[in-house]
C-alpha cells in the first residue's frame, strides 16, 4: 500500500519529530525500508512500550478454540498461551515486545541497562526465505510478517531465526479446516511492526508511547549513520547493524553487547545478543531458499484461496 507524504507526515505529527527523521515520510511513499534505532542509555524500563504493542495489536492475539485436536505423532507439543496472556517477561504469542534488564559493571561502572526487544525485522530474513508455506514474508519497507490467515503453525521460521524470535499457539489458523491432526499445530506469533499503523501514516505503537524517546525510526541509511554518531559521541556499541546480515533494528549501547548477553536472561522467548553471522550467506540456506520459493509462493496462493473459502462459509454461518 502506498502512503502519500501528506497522509504520512499528518499520521506523524503527534510523534514528534524527535523520534521521527524529516525523511521518513519520503522513504514511506517510495517504498524503501525504515529502520528504528535504539538508544539504550535512555531506557528505564517503564514498559510504557510493552503495554502499548499489547493493547495496539490485542485484535490480531490469537483465539484459540479448545479442546484442541490430538495431534499425531503424539510426540508433537501442544503450545497454549490463552491462560497466560498477561505474562510480559518474554516473547509469547501475545507478548511480541518485553523489556531484557542486564546489570552489568563496566570500566569500573555500574549499569543497569534495559533493552527493549522484539523481531528484528532482518533485511534478508530466513524466516521469510526459507517458509516452505509462503506464510512469512518481508515488505518493501522492511517489516517482516507473518501471515496468520496460511501459517500452519510448523515453526520453521523459529528454527531458522537466529534469535527464536517466533512463538506458536495451537489451536488457532487454518490448519484447523484442512487436517487438523496432521496438518500443522496453530500460528506463529511475533512483532509485524504494527504494519497497519505503518500503512496508515502512522508510527509503530511502540515508539509513540515512549516517554523518554529512546527510538527514532526512518530510512535505514540514515539510521545507521546516526547510529555510529551516537556510537562515536558516547563511545556506545552497536548491536543490529550487520546481525545476521543486517536487520532493521539498530541498537546502541554504552556497554559491549558481549558484555551485555553474559548478563541477561536467555532461554524459551528470552533472545540473545550474541553476535550473528549471515544465516542466508550459507550454501545449504541459499540452496534451500532457491529451491523453496517457486513451491513456498504456490502454496501461499493455494492457501489463501482456501482461506478465503473458509471465512466465506464462516460468515454465511454467522448469518
Known amino acids: ?40 542509555s535512555k531506557c528505564i ?75 528484528l525485522h532482518c533485511q534478508n530474513p530466513p524466516c521469510a526465505n526459507l517458509c516452505p508455506w509462503g506464510a512469512a514474508s518481508k515488505q518493501a519497507n522492511g517489516i517482516v510478517r507473518i501471515n496468520d490467515k496460511i501459517c500452519l503453525g510448523g515453526a520453521k521460521c523459529k528454527n531458522v531465526c537466529p534469535w527464536h524470535i517466533p512463538e506458536r499457539q495451537t489451536g488457532v489458523g487454518l490448519y484447523l479446516k484442512l487436517l487438523p491432526s496432521f496438518a500443522g499445530n496453530g500460528v506463529m506469533y511475533k512483532c509485524d511492526r504494527c504494519f497497519d499503523r505503518v ?26 549513520a546516526r547510529a555510529h554518531e551516537l556510537a562515536k559521541k558516547t563511545g556506545g556499541y552497536i548491536y543490529g547493524e550487520k546481525e545476521n546480515g543486517g536487520t532493521n533494528t539498530i541498537y546502541v549501547s554504552p556497554v559491549p553487547f558481549d558484555i551485555l548477553d553474559q548478563a541477561i536472561e536467555k532461554g524459551p522467548g528470552r533472545p540473545h545478543l550474541s553476535p550473528v553471522p549471515n544465516s542466508m550467506a550459507r550454501e545449504e540456506n541459499l540452496a534451500m531458499a532457491v529451491l523453496a520459493a517457486p513451491v513456498a509462493g504456490l502454496a501461499a496462493a493455494l492457501l489463501t484461496g482456501v482461506s478465503k473459502v473458509s471465512q466465506e462459509k464462516q460468515g454465511d454461518k454467522d448469518e
Open 1 to 40: 500500500m502506498s502512503i502519500s507524504r501528506r497522509k504520512f507526515l499528518h499520521g506523524l505529527a503527534a510523534a514528534g519529530l524527535t523520534t521521527v527523521l524529516p525523511s521518513t515520510a519520503r522513504a514511506a511513499s517510495q517504498g524503501e525500508e525504515l529502520a528504528t534505532l535504539l538508544d539504550l
Open 45 to 119: 524500563g517503564c514498559g510504557a512500550c510493552v503495554e502499548a504493542c499489547k493493547e495496539t495489536n490485542a485484535h490480531k492475539f490469537p483465539r484459540p478454540k479448545k479442546p484442541f485436536p490430538r495431534m499425531y505423532p503424539s510426540r508433537v507439543k501442544v503450545f497454549d498461551w490463552s491462560d497466560k496472556q498477561d505474562v510480559d517477561d518474554r516473547l509469547t504469542p501475545y507478548n511480541w515486545l518485553y523489556i531484557q534488564t542486564a546489570n552489568v559493571t563496566w570500566q569500573g561502572k555500574e549499569y543497569e541497562i534495559n533493552i527493549p526487544r522484539r523481531c
Open 199 to 224: 500503512a496508515k501514516g502512522l508510527i509503530p505503537a511502540c515508539i509513540e508511547a515512549c516517554p523518554e524517546n529512546v527510538q527514532t525510526i526512518g530510512p535505514r541509511d540514515e539510521i545507521v
